[in-house]
């Protein structure tokens, strides 16, 4: 499985190290990304599985499919538990077979708590 250098940063120890110095509070900054996971991700309960994850977590944000065959998801809340989504979504459901996935920073969404958008 390849993983974006974004990925690997947020779960390396310098990150944290240099959040911690920076003086920010890893339990309050919130921290909004926007995902493209590849791979074998469609038809699986992906979505289903992201949603689930995302609402006992409770973070905000979308996830939906792309006629691409990727799926995009934008997850938002403490940066702690946005790795732990990031995480869940490089593993993927039983079934799914997930190659990359693409970080990229964005603003959070309007409204509160996790939803299914229409496939675009």
Known sequence: ???SRMAALCRSKAWTKSVKSSG???ENDITSLRLRIEGFVQ???YRNFV???AQRLGIDGWVRNRSDGTVEALVSGPTR?????VAACMRG???SRVHNVELHNAEPPAETGFRRRPSL
């Open 1 to 3: 499985m390849r993983v």
């Open 24 to 26: 920010m509070s890893e």
């Open 43 to 45: 038809a699986v309960g």
């Open 51 to 53: 949603i689930a994850e």
């Open 81 to 85: 538990i946005v790795e732990i989504i």
């Open 93 to 95: 459901p039983d079934g």
